[in-house]
């Protein structure tokens, strides 16, 4: 059998028979192989939308038109379907997320950037600006980890660090045009979301997280360090496959790694103003702050910075 193009996706060798949209060339073997195969008629339930079927070592994911794919003992993704797009969106997506749960990596649903020396992750409900922020981060000089999943790990050792993603954000045109983007240039990313395609610089190695932002909505940007129950809370709240642990059995390993991460890394509130037209003051505010952020094995220590904290815009 010819070898199949390997690329680099969140810290793995990933061999794929599908496209997947620009990711960087990789050597070696790789870690997993996406290809296509018969995953709608190893279902034991009928396809639809999102998470429909899972099981030790077996997870099924349906795209709206009808498409599966299979994603089984952290190793391989079957890809059966007509619709290329949302087959290669919902790999690049969850399918990766649950390889990487499987292998037992803590993933998050979360854009990350790299600065100061060390990433910067943001986390928030649909519509809070994570990819926003990170655009504006990676205009102001940052390079993009990822906008989309990001596995966090070296928990275990109190290290935790991060790997990149695809080489490209997903805007909105109000984004795209307060960043001067021209929209004539980009690429939809989504036939069905008015989103596009900005590529932009990437990390291509592993990065020590340094913070970690909750976005949520205000009439000032402010920032406040969570207690470390608050912090799990959070990152049980946005780890990318809390459902699938709790139908795979997984659910105990994926608390105790949600808690070693609330303890290693500090995590913050950030309110932020909708006013797209204060993105360069919201970037240069978060590398300010990220500056003075202690260090992962300092995690645990009171922690507090006037550089955001009650700051108006």
């Not at 928990?155 to 045009?177: E, M």
């Not at 990152?235 to 290693?264: E, M, P, Q």
Request: proline letters at 7%.
């Amino acid at each position: 059998m010819p070898r199949l193009p390997t690329c680099s996706l969140y810290g793995l060798r990933v061999g794929t028979e599908l496209p997947l949209g620009g990711a960087p060339s990789a050597d070696g073997e790789p870690d997993v192989v996406v290809r296509f195969g018969p995953a709608r008629s190893l279902a034991t339930r009928p396809p639809r939308p999102g998470c429909f079927e899972a099981s030790p070592g077996h997870v099924f994911l349906g795209t709206l038109g009808g498409g599966v794919v299979l994603a089984r003992h952290g190793r391989e993704i079957l890809v059966d379907g007509d619709d290329r797009e949302a087959l290669t969106s919902l790999v690049l997506g969850q399918g990766l997320a649950t390889i990487l749960h499987q292998r037992g990596v803590l993933t998050l649903h979360a854009s990350a950037v790299a600065v100061e020396g060390g990433a910067v992750a943001f986390l928030g409900d649909q519509g809070a600006g994570k990819s926003t922020t990170a655009a504006a981060l990676v205009e102001r000089g940052g390079r993009l980890i990822t906008d989309d999943v990001l596995p966090v790990r070296n928990l275990d050792a109190a290290a935790p660090s991060v790997a990149g993603g695809y080489p490209f954000l997903k805007v909105t045109q109000d984004t795209a045009q307060a960043l001067d983007d021209d929209l004539n240039a980009l690429r939809p990313a989504y036939s069905a979301v008015a989103k596009w395609r900005k590529t932009v610089s990437t990390v291509s190695t592993a990065c020590p997280l340094r913070a970690v932002y909750v976005l949520e909505p205000g009439l000032t940007l402010h920032t406040e360090r969570l207690s470390i129950l608050d912090a799990f809370q959070q990152v049980a709240h946005h780890a990318f496959t809390g459902a699938i642990a709790r139908s795979t059995g997984s659910g105990d390993r994926c608390l105790r790694s949600y808690a070693a991460l609330a303890r290693y890394v500090p995590l913050f509130r950030l309110t932020v103003p909708r006013s797209l037209d204060e993105l360069p003051r919201l970037a240069d505010s978060v590398v300010t702050h990220a500056r003075s952020v202690a260090t992962p094995s300092n995690a645990g220590f009171p922690f507090h910075h006037p550089a955001l904290s009650g700051a108006s815009l």
